[in-house]
């Protein structure tokens, strides 16, 4: 109960201060909100390319923001456009400023300072992380709630976030409100206690903190994050330099890459409806529509009876966007949702708006535990395996975890089918009955049996792709994963895609790595590297129905990433296939997944001689390093040694620069790190 004390006084502090600096919230150009009349729904994209930002589409006519020059120029070619609220920027600037006797929004600084607060008075439920920094150099937090926070624990894990887009600060007090709500009432209230005991929730509220601070929609770098995801890349007025191009997006990434989450939410405003996958295109549905739609209409019951639909109809087409980069690449729930028509409404509006969503949020938690879960290991060792999970008869995919090998899949009640997949193993086919009682959950412990013959490296993860063309391209790119069964993804010419292999292909005498192409005549470009933003390197064209290629010929001895071009025609991907030494594998009594058993911590991240390397608990087993350069290029070995606890590397002989650090043992560990001379 102290904790609680502790928290009910700095939530009253914070409620009472009058320290907020206006000076640290920078006034923004002047938008103003007008309504544009429209006879056909591609005039939204074409509103949207010159600069418009729209909030809201609805039949005959959208409401978004534009500068005064801009809405002389669109009337002046012929847009019917009525002002709805002059300079709506400076309104959303001047109430953020407003007082309300139970909430009001923070200052970046005092945002940071109460989180630090509620973690350390908090300190069994909660968990502050940093997910790294903004372009302009400001904190991207991450609050961890459960029952052992310190712990990667085998429960269904969720993800909330807002404030996307920095002048959408409501989004930001949505999430906000809900860290203080689970903590005010888990030590008073049956549901809340039970949730934080058998769940991991994260919650980022403020995942854009340079647009918060600046009152715009973008990044510190005038990028709009919802644009900058890697699934669809392109093809938008302000999507980045290329795909996760900025920092925050990076963040999150990484953040993905760690933890399955069984469902993702992300806050944002100007409408009041519910968008899930997909945004990038009108023609296919998402193959699991079922489902959201079943999550999508429960939210709305429980909340402001939000309207729900599919991104691209309910709302506009967009590339890029973050619900659509979770559920493509790893199927989890995903969806963005618009939570007031006000982006920034004053104070008053935060507590009304959070009551609105609160269980919503509490319904969707307890519905990342229902469905098909479990844990999937090595039946000899007992070591958990991270493996490609392909749910049927959907045929959609997800993933165990990297660190201990449990799964979360949200399903409703019936008969399923999951075909788990992991190199070096038999693929298992595992019948799955949800049941239609209680919490309609199916408990699976999957065992699998090491295959000595199943030795063809494969791809693993779709890492990014740029934008198709939506009119003629309805294939996944999830479909060039394993191994070539002619099932294809189609990249369109001057597209791409990047994926991530199981392990890293090695170089041998003559060919490393094979490209199959299922079917016509395109031709792309292919390109690897050992960093999966590259920089990349092309070692040849794939031009057939199997094209095969040296990385020696570029001077790798490995690499853990493919990128695809098209360079003619639309070349049918199939898969890519390569070589890995995993005789470990192919010998369970070595033992050699040490990997989800223990925590890597590199440091320091500014490097003036030594790099240090701690592993909590001892290595069980050795554990190997590369070192990297921005090229690519493999620059230093080194090696922890079964039973050790830390090692150093001296680097005083590189140059200054920018350098990743990877393991082969240890698929989740990518670093990167500055040498400052």
């Not at 929609?217 to 302000?238: A, C, K, Y």
């Not at 001296?650 to 560990?669: A, C, E, H, R």
Request: glycine residues 8%; proline residues 5%; contains cysteine.
């Amino acid at each position: 109960m102290k904790y609680l004390f502790l928290l009910l006084a700095v939530i009253g502090l914070y409620l009472t201060s009058q320290a907020q600096s206006q000076s640290e919230m920078k006034r923004p150009s002047r938008l103003d909100l007008v309504r544009i009349e429209i006879t056909d729904i591609s005039q939204v994209k074409a509103l949207d390319n010159t600069g418009v930002i729209i909030d809201r589409v609805r039949d005959g006519y959208c409401v978004g923001e534009a500068s005064p020059s801009l809405i002389q120029k669109l009337s002046a070619q012929g847009y019917k456009i009525s002002l709805l609220q002059e300079d709506i920027s400076g309104v959303y600037y001047n109430n953020f400023f407003t007082k309300d006797s139970r909430s009001r929004y923070l200052t970046y600084t005092e945002f940071v300072d109460t989180m630090n607060v509620m973690a350390e008075n908090n300190p069994t439920f909660c968990k502050l992380e940093t997910l790294g920094y903004s372009h302009q150099g400001r904190l991207l937090l991450a609050m961890k709630i459960s029952d052992s926070v310190q712990v990667d624990e085998n429960e269904p894990e969720i993800y909330f976030d807002g404030n996307t887009h920095g002048d959408e600060k409501i989004g930001w007090a949505v999430c906000f409100e809900f860290i203080k709500y689970i903590l005010r009432n888990i030590g008073l209230n049956p549901t809340i206690h039970n949730l934080v005991a058998s769940h991991e929730i994260w919650v980022v509220p403020m995942i854009n903190p340079d647009g918060y601070v600046n009152s715009v929609r973008e990044n510190g770098r005038g990028v709009d994050l919802n644009r900058n995801m890697g699934w669809m890349w392109g093809n938008e007025i302000s999507p980045g330099s290329d795909a996760f191009s900025e920092n925050e997006a990076t963040a999150f990434f990484n953040l993905y890459m760690k933890h399955p989450f069984a469902i993702y939410t992300t806050y944002h405003a100007g409408d009041s409806i519910i968008s899930y996958p997909w945004s990038y295109t009108t023609y296919d549905t998402a193959p699991e529509k079922f489902l959201l739609n079943y999550l999508s209409q429960g939210y709305s019951a429980r909340g402001n009876n939000y309207p729900y639909g599919q991104g691209s109809i309910v709302m506009y087409l967009i590339n890029g966007s973050s619900k659509d980069y979770v559920y493509g690449t790893g199927g989890e729930m995903g969806w963005s949702i618009e939570v007031n028509t006000t982006k920034t409404p004053p104070a008053s509006s935060i507590d009304p708006t959070f009551n609105i969503n609160r269980d919503a949020m509490l319904w969707l938690c307890h519905k990342a535990g229902q469905g098909i879960q479990g844990s999937i290991y090595d039946s000899l060792t007992g070591q958990p395996l991270f493996a490609q999970i392909w749910a049927q008869p959907r045929n959609w995919l997800s993933y165990s975890s990297p660190t201990i090998g449990d799964f979360h899949r949200f399903y409703l009640p019936g008969t399923y089918s999951l075909i788990v997949r992991c190199l070096g193993y038999k693929d298992d086919t595992v019948p799955v009955v949800v049941p239609n009682t209680g919490d309609s959950t199916a408990l699976l412990n999957i065992a699998m049996i090491p295959d000595s013959t199943n030795t063809t490296n494969y791809g693993m993860r779709v890492i990014a792709t740029r934008y198709v063309t939506i009119s003629s391209n309805r294939t996944y790119p999830t479909r060039a994963l394993g191994l070539h069964d002619n099932i294809s993804y189609s990249v369109d010419n001057t597209k791409w895609i990047v994926i991530e292999m199981v392990k890293p292909i090695q170089n041998i005498s003559g060919s490393d790595f094979t490209v199959f192409r299922s079917s016509g005549s395109g031709t792309a470009a292919v390109k690897v590297s050992n960093i999966w933003k590259g920089p990349w390197t092309t070692v040849g064209t794939a031009n057939a129905a199997q094209t095969s290629f040296d990385i020696g010929t570029a001077g790798f001895d490995t690499v853990r990433y493919v990128r695809l071009d098209g360079t003619s025609g639309t070349f049918s991907l199939d898969a890519i296939e390569g070589y890995t030494n995993i005789s470990g594998i192919q010998n369970p009594s070595e033992n050699i997944l040490p990997f989800p058993f223990v925590n890597i911590k590199i440091y320091p991240t500014i490097v003036v001689n030594n790099l240090k390397i701690l592993c909590t608990p001892n290595s069980p087993h050795e554990i190997n390093f590369s070192i990297y350069d921005a090229l690519g290029r493999n620059v230093k070995t080194l090696c922890l040694s079964k039973g050790e606890r830390q090692t150093s590397v001296n680097l005083k002989n590189l140059k200054s620069g920018v350098y990743f650090i990877k393991s082969d043992n240890i698929s989740t560990i990518e670093d990167r790190f500055v040498i400052v001379k």
